[in-house]
């Protein structure tokens, strides 16, 4: 059996399992091809070899089937791995799946919204695997960079991921609740992919998400508490040229209700994704007292 055959083999039985994809891949085809490669010790996209695949090669692209599908846990998972912005990382089930449209902000090193030249010290707040710090420092090899993490676990994979790319002495780690451990310093760029599902919408995820760690998808509020807390101290932590970025995915509707008079600016991706704004110091400073009031009055919301 070839290697095509196999990935037709692996999407059929994956749709008939009834999978939920997203973790890195949109459905069983692109999940199934990621299987076989990794099955056969090759990058994603790097292309199969041609002709049939070995009885060892087989078998364990079929044993990498049964434990995606007996555990529905995400593939990335299963392999140990995961990729994000054409980089490898180590992943476990202590940490989200590094798939944030971030990735594509860093590819352009964060042009037009900032200028790569003078954007030097950046902070990642819930760094998690340690992606986005990762990806952002071999982007932009003169940044220095702070990575943060509620985790004691996460920051573990982070260090090895830094490690594995060779930037852990450009990435300094700590271990910190949102800003509440990290030594004052001013950051030119913020960067944060932060819990923002609602207890609600976490339990009525697919397995595969619910196989994530729910201290790394769920904030309270509706899913805004984490957001807001970020936002109204985020310009302590800036230059006075500085900005914040933040993903909030799903709950992008609910932060702007939540905060009527908040010209939140929403980046725009080519490759798909939303839910990611961006806010400069000024505009934190000048609606601090807004931020400090939508927060109070989503203190009792699930």
């Given at each position: 059996?070839?290697?095509?055959?196999?990935?037709?083999h692996?999407?059929?039985?994956?749709?008939?399992?009834?999978?939920?994809?997203?973790?890195?891949?949109?459905?069983?085809?692109?999940?199934?091809?990621?299987?076989?490669?990794?099955?056969?010790?090759?990058?994603?996209?790097?292309?199969?070899?041609?002709?049939?695949?070995?009885?060892?090669?087989?078998?364990?692209?079929?044993?990498?089937?049964?434990?995606?599908i007996?555990?529905?846990?995400?593939?990335?998972?299963?392999?140990?791995?995961?990729?994000?912005?054409?980089?490898?990382?180590?992943?476990?089930?202590?940490?989200?799946?590094?798939?944030?449209?971030?990735?594509?902000?860093?590819?352009?090193?964060?042009?037009?919204?900032?200028?790569?030249?003078?954007?030097?010290?950046?902070?990642?707040?819930?760094?998690?695997?340690?992606?986005?710090?990762?990806?952002?420092?071999?982007?932009?090899?003169?940044?220095?960079?702070?990575?943060?993490?509620?985790?004691?676990?996460?920051?573990?994979?982070?260090?090895?991921?830094?490690?594995?790319?060779?930037?852990?002495?450009?990435?300094?780690?700590?271990?910190?609740?949102?800003?509440?451990?990290?030594?004052?310093?001013?950051?030119?760029?913020?960067?944060?992919?932060?819990?923002?599902?609602?207890?609600?919408?976490?339990?009525?995820?697919?397995?595969?998400?619910?196989?994530?760690?729910?201290?790394?998808?769920?904030?309270?509020?509706?899913?805004?508490?984490?957001?807001?807390?970020?936002?109204?101290?985020?310009?302590?932590?800036?230059?006075?040229?500085?900005?914040?970025?933040?993903?909030?995915?799903?709950?992008?509707?609910?932060?702007?209700?939540?905060?009527p008079?908040?010209a939140?600016?929403w980046?725009?991706?080519?490759?798909?994704?939303?839910?990611?704004?961006?806010?400069?110091?000024?505009?934190?400073?000048?609606?601090?007292?807004?931020l400090?009031?939508?927060?109070?009055?989503?203190?009792?919301?699930?």
């Open positions: 059996m070839d290697a095509t055959a196999l990935l037709d692996c999407s059929n039985a994956m749709q008939d399992a009834g999978l939920t994809f997203g973790h890195g891949t949109e459905n069983a085809t692109d999940e199934a091809a990621w299987l076989v490669s990794a099955g056969l010790g090759i990058a994603p996209g790097d292309g199969f070899p041609e002709g049939d695949v070995s009885v060892d090669e087989a078998q364990r692209i079929l044993s990498l089937l049964e434990r995606r007996s555990s529905r846990a995400p593939l990335a998972y299963v392999l140990g791995e995961a990729w994000f912005c054409g980089l490898r990382f180590e992943v476990n089930d202590q940490v989200l799946v590094p798939r944030s449209p971030i990735a594509e902000l860093i590819q352009s090193r964060f042009e037009p919204w900032l200028d790569p030249e003078t954007t030097v010290e950046i902070l990642d707040l819930c760094t998690g695997s340690g992606a986005l710090a990762v990806a952002t420092a071999l982007a932009m090899p003169a940044a220095r960079l702070v990575a943060s993490d509620i985790s004691a676990a996460a920051l573990q994979v982070a260090r090895k991921n830094a490690q594995l790319h060779e930037v852990d002495k450009r990435i300094t780690f700590f271990r910190s609740d949102l800003f509440a451990q990290l030594p004052t310093q001013a950051f030119d760029l913020i960067l944060s992919n932060p819990p923002y599902v609602s207890k609600d919408v976490f339990a009525a995820l697919p397995g595969e998400y619910q196989a994530e760690p729910e201290l790394a998808l769920v904030s309270a509020a509706g899913g805004l508490e984490i957001p807001l807390r970020i936002m109204k101290d985020a310009a302590r932590y800036l230059s006075p040229q500085g900005v914040l970025i933040c993903e909030v995915g799903e709950s992008a509707e609910a932060l702007h209700r939540a905060l008079g908040v939140l600016t980046i725009d991706f080519d490759r798909g994704g939303d839910g990611v704004f961006i806010m400069d110091r000024e505009q934190l400073l000048v609606h601090r007292s807004r400090e009031t939508a927060l109070e009055a989503q203190a009792n919301v699930i």
